[in-house]
């Protein structure tokens, strides 16, 4: 609950900040980092991106929270490029036996060079989010994505999705709790059969939950349309350096 919680982002250099700005600006710098064709763009809005996060002092824990599962995928991706992808080869692995090779893989440097790319790309777009996702709390968010006309069904799911997050995500403690005093994940087939069991029971009362919550909002007059904090006209400092950052970010893009 610690991690996902918003108490430590209560007050920063950037909280002041109108989320509408801060939402343009990572919608820029998002399209130069996932058009740009090189690394050095990717890396280096990464890196300033986990500089704010630490001027705004977000705990390292926290942040490697949610940094791991994108790092993951990133570094999956790299090695299937190199061993599965390219033509260029640049080493052989091979562990031989008697009779014929157990396992040759073959890496390739063209593959390297993709998936080096690929990798900065998420790095740096997933520090980006994660940045301005702790610089804005998540109702303000939502209301800059009202202002750039999101569709209202999309910001509809996401309110009733991050309200309920915590609520399961408390029932898959007191669960994993459960399980774990009775010794469910003693061994690796008890552990995979009580977390199948812990999946099972979190995916049911999603789906019971979702009836009741629609049951009433429905009595209770709902039409769709989702009361959302209204923005005061944008300032012109913020604006006029909102275009200041995306100016440097262009300059740095092209070069």
């Not at 919680?5 to 130069?32: G, N, P, Q, Y």
């Not at 980006?128 to 006309?149: D, H, K, N, R, Y």
């Not at 010794?183 to 979190?202: A, D, E, P």
Request: aromatic letters at 10%; hydrophobic letters at 55%; charged letters at 15%.
């Amino acid at each position: 609950m610690e991690i996902l919680s918003e108490h430590f982002k209560s007050e920063h250099f950037l909280s002041k900040v109108d989320a509408r700005v801060k939402l343009i600006v990572t919608l820029a710098l998002l399209a130069m980092v996932l058009s740009y064709k090189g690394t050095m763009f990717p890396l280096l809005i990464a890196a300033v991106s986990i500089m704010l996060c630490m001027k705004m002092q977000i705990p390292v824990k926290v942040l490697a929270f949610r940094l791991a599962q994108p790092l993951f995928l990133a570094l999956v991706i790299l090695l299937l490029k190199i061993f599965f992808s390219g033509k260029d080869a640049m080493f052989v692995f091979s562990l031989p036996t008697s009779h014929f090779p157990l396992l040759t893989l073959t890496g390739y440097r063209d593959g390297l060079m993709e998936g080096l790319l690929i990798s900065a790309r998420i790095l740096g777009g997933v520090s980006l989010l994660a940045a301005v996702g702790f610089a804005t709390p998540f109702i303000e968010f939502m209301g800059a994505l009202s202002w750039l006309s999101v569709p209202k069904p999309f910001i509809e799911i996401m309110m009733f999705a991050y309200r309920y997050l915590f609520v399961f995500l408390e029932d898959a403690t007191t669960i994993y709790s459960a399980q774990k005093n009775r010794l469910g994940y003693t061994g690796i087939k008890k552990g995979l059969n009580s977390f199948g069991v812990l999946t099972g029971s979190l995916v049911l009362r999603g789906l019971e939950q979702s009836q009741k919550t629609a049951d009433a909002m429905e009595q209770r007059g709902y039409t769709g349309d989702m009361p959302l904090l209204k923005g005061k006209p944008l300032s012109t400092l913020e604006l006029a350096g909102a275009l200041l950052i995306v100016i440097f970010g262009g300059a740095a893009w092209m070069i």
